[in-house]
């Protein structure tokens, strides 16, 4: 594995799934936030394109034993990227203070490279030009650029919120590379009803997600791939925890139910 620069900023996402419901809130805040357009046919994969996905897990018990999860899955910005290693024109680099995998939309030439590296399925290849409806032009974020058809695009935990907290901390006099918790939160964060989602430096032990990470109920997504991810997921019911890892074990635990639900 190759190495990647240690940053003294490590923005990071805890994920309580004994929280998640499933709603979906997360899902329609990252495409309105993130100028994702509207789907025309949520049936045609060729058309769907998601930044966040919501997983719907299963015990594989009967009733009453029957158990569900539901699992959000944004890019995991993962310390060493096995996306950024493929990349033949460094559209995509872990270079950004803060630890955060960037996507450089007129670097892309589109060879999918990057998609086929992910372990974690969080990138996404536009086949075709985005379309609003008449009208819904006007609810397009400024601060996030539109893509065309042709390129990979995946989250970016809202770069975007992240610049403007730091410029709001400049004009306030403080100081941008310090910021107080809660400063700099992304949309599905912000969105979810439940406050299953939270988002801060994982470094930084004014921030609750300091703490959360290290909790003994806290796992990563296929961790022992060894790719280092920043987004952890915490949850008491040990069959949720053992799936992360993609542990099938003697079948006790059930299985992944595969679908996802939005």
């Known amino acids: 594995m190759s190495a990647f620069k240690e940053f003294d900023i490590k923005w990071g996402m805890v994920v309580d799934l004994d929280k998640c419901t ?14 994702i357009a509207p789907m025309e046919d949520a049936s045609n ?39 950024v290693s493929v990349c033949p ?9 803060g630890g955060i995998v960037s996507q450089v939309y007129p ?13 974690y399925h969080s990138r996404y290849f536009g086949w075709f030009d985005p379309h609003w409806p008449e009208g819904m032009e006007k609810t397009l974020t400024p601060f ?8 990979v695009e995946k989250c970016t935990f809202c770069h975007h919120r992240w610049n403007l907290a730091k410029e709001k901390a400049r004009k306030e006099g403080g100081d941008p ?13 912000e969105a979810c009803p439940t406050g299953a989602i939270s988002f801060g430096d994982l470094k930084n032990p004014e921030h609750k997600v300091h703490e959360l990470h290290k909790s003994k109920y ?45």
Do not use: F
Not at 144 to 151: E, K, L
């Open 89 to 97: 024109v460094v559209a995509t680099d872990k270079n950004e203070n």
């Open 45 to 83: 994969k060729l058309r769907t394109l998601s930044w966040m996905l919501v997983y719907k897990l299963e015990n594989g018990l009967k009733y009453p034993e029957h158990d569900v999860a539901y699992l959000p899955r944004p890019c995991m910005q993962c310390g060493h990227p096995s996306c």
């Open 107 to 119: 670097r892309c030439i589109g060879c999918r490279y990057c998609m086929a590296a992910c372990p």
């Open 144 to 151: 996030v650029s539109t893509r065309p058809r042709g390129v």
């Open 22 to 35: 499933g709603c979906g809130a997360c899902m329609v805040s990252c495409q309105v936030e993130n100028n």
């Open 177 to 189: 590379n310090s910021l107080p918790d809660g400063a700099y939160v992304p949309a599905c964060a």
């Open 218 to 262: 806290a796992r990563r997504i296929l961790e022992r791939l060894g790719t280092d991810p920043q987004v952890y997921y915490m949850s008491k019911r040990s069959w949720v925890l053992d799936l992360l890892d993609n542990d099938m074990g003697d079948g006790s635990h059930g299985s992944n139910g595969g679908g996802h639900h939005g």
